[in-house]
């Protein structure tokens, strides 16, 4: 079994899903304002914090594990700057200001996916 040709796939869906995750931030506002009999159903928040969690472990393990191989911190400096970003949010903002830091977390999962990739790709690991 190829664990490198699998964590290829990791990497590629954890990528999509952190984009995933920004075209939400972005699109919800949007949708609530021009729809809003689909309001009530995009306001119930604890999928999304079942899509956070799950997209916060897939990353931290997929970046840990590579970290191991090519040693450079900035993917999970990156990583931990999403999660402070949304813990300010959730502590101090509030859910006014979810549009600005659901999109910037979800920048900085996809820039730390991207730095991941490259390190990996120079290391030859």
């Given amino acids: 079994m190829n664990h490198s040709h699998d964590n290829n796939k990791i990497e590629k869906l954890g990528f999509y899903l952190s984009v995933a995750?920004?075209?939400h931030c972005i699109a919800t506002p949007v949708?609530?304002?021009?729809?809003?009999?689909?309001?009530?159903?995009?306001?119930?928040?604890?999928?999304?914090?079942?899509?956070?969690?799950?997209s916060l472990i897939l990353a931290g393990t997929l970046l840990y594990n590579d970290f191991r191989k090519h040693q450079n911190y900035l993917p999970l400096m990156l990583l931990?700057?999403?999660?402070?970003?949304?813990?300010?949010?959730?502590?101090?903002?509030?859910?006014?200001?979810?549009?600005?830091?659901?999109s910037v977390g979800a920048l900085f999962i996809?820039?730390?996916?991207?730095?991941?990739?490259?390190?990996?790709?120079?290391?030859?690991c």
């Fill in 21 to 23: 995750c920004a075209i």
């Fill in 31 to 54: 949708l609530i304002t021009v729809l809003p009999f689909l309001g009530s159903s995009l306001m119930n928040h604890s999928w999304e914090i079942w899509f956070i969690g799950g």
């Fill in 80 to 102: 931990g700057a999403s999660l402070c970003t949304k813990l300010v949010e959730i502590l101090w903002l509030g859910e006014s200001f979810e549009f600005i830091t659901g």
């Fill in 110 to 124: 996809a820039a730390a996916y991207y730095f991941n990739w490259k390190y990996k790709k120079a290391c030859s």
